[in-house]
């Protein structure tokens, strides 16, 4: 079934009851004491974070799914030279791999695939030339609205390199109407729903775990903003994020950085979910199951 097959974890030995094994092991006492750790975190580096986390080892091999270091084409990056000092932050705290997720979205920023496909090509031109940088590739940010739906189902969006998976923005103060319809209709198409950034959404802060069920349930999978575990989204998104780690509810998590500042906070951030989870889950969400939606790795055994 759909909601078994998005939880599945071919890349990983963690079931995915271990994955949250933090919520096996009294998850009330470890989410205190990770909150508590939370409260005392001086602002560390990021590099400093992860020597924290990892006992002095670094932890590499992340894919961020969801970045925006495409200069002049949304609300990221202003600049080609910060588009690179974002990537090259974003390096230093673990990922190896970062998609570029201009936002697709009718009326606030009008992009369309093959104007992002030029604006990326030229942004390698410059990459090329650069060192110490992840990998790179480049997919949208999806707003989940007539005109951009319609557009998906054309083949017209900016799917993840495999072609296999789409990240989809929804509004932030009400769910679509016929959501799980026009998700399954993505799933016609062979395409799998990446959500960005749940627990922002109005709804979840009432009750996430219900909501993240039924949009699993409707075949999508769930990308946590991690920097919400930090506060950068406000108390309802932090408790919301908190929630579904805490059940498992994220498939997924990435750093959604516009600035070369989010890269600190990312670091940060990291290391709470790290705390919340322990390290072995927490690269789970980063790096394995990152790589599994990047190379369209998830199945759907309705559509199989
Ligand atoms: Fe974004």
């Known amino acids: ?50 020597r924290t986390t990892s006992g002095g080892k670094f932890m590499r091999g992340y894919t961020d799914l969801h970045c925006h270091y495409i200069a002049g084409v949304d609300d990221g990056v202003r600049s080609e030279d910060d588009g690179v000092a974002l990537l090259r932050a974003l390096h230093a705290v673990g ?43 480049l997919a949208a940010e999806h707003f989940f609205d007539d005109v951009v739906f319609e557009r ?12 296999r998976s789409v990240l989809i923005e929804l509004a932030t103060e009400q769910m679509p109407v016929a959501l799980p319809a026009r998700l399954f209709d993505l799933r016609m198409k062979r395409l799998r729903p990446v959500i960005a950034h749940p627990e922002r959404y109005t709804v979840f802060h009432r009750d996430p775990t219900k ?3 039924a949009l699993r349930k409707a075949g999508a999978v769930l990308l946590l903003d991690v920097c919400a575990l930090v506060g950068k989204y406000g108390e309802r998104a932090l408790r919301a994020a908190e929630q579904l780690v805490e059940n498992d509810g994220y498939y997924a998590a990435c750093s959604d950085a516009h600035r070369i500042e989010d890269a600190e906070i ?39």
């Open 95 to 137: 990922f190896d791999h970062v998609v570029a997720t201009p936002h697709m979205r009718p009326a606030m920023f009008d992009n369309h695939a093959a104007p992002l496909r030029e604006a990326y090509a030229q942004l390698r031109l410059r990459l090329d030339r650069e060192a110490d940088l992840p990998e790179t590739s």
């Open 1 to 50: 079934m759909a909601l078994e097959s998005t939880r599945r974890r071919p890349s990983s030995n963690v079931t995915p009851t271990e994955g949250s094994g933090f919520a096996a092991q009294c998850p009330r006492k470890r989410r205190e004491r990770a909150s508590e750790s939370f409260g005392s975190v001086v602002h560390l580096t990021p590099l400093e974070a992860f």
């Open 211 to 213: 909501q993240a069920d």
């Open 152 to 163: 998906l189902l054309r083949g017209q969006g900016l799917p993840y390199t495999a072609g």
């Open 266 to 304: 990312t670091g940060r951030a990291i290391d709470r979910l790290h705390a919340l989870v322990g390290r072995e889950a927490g690269e789970v969400l980063l790096r394995d199951r990152p790589k599994e939606i990047l190379q369209g790795r998830i199945f759907d055994d309705r559509f199989e």
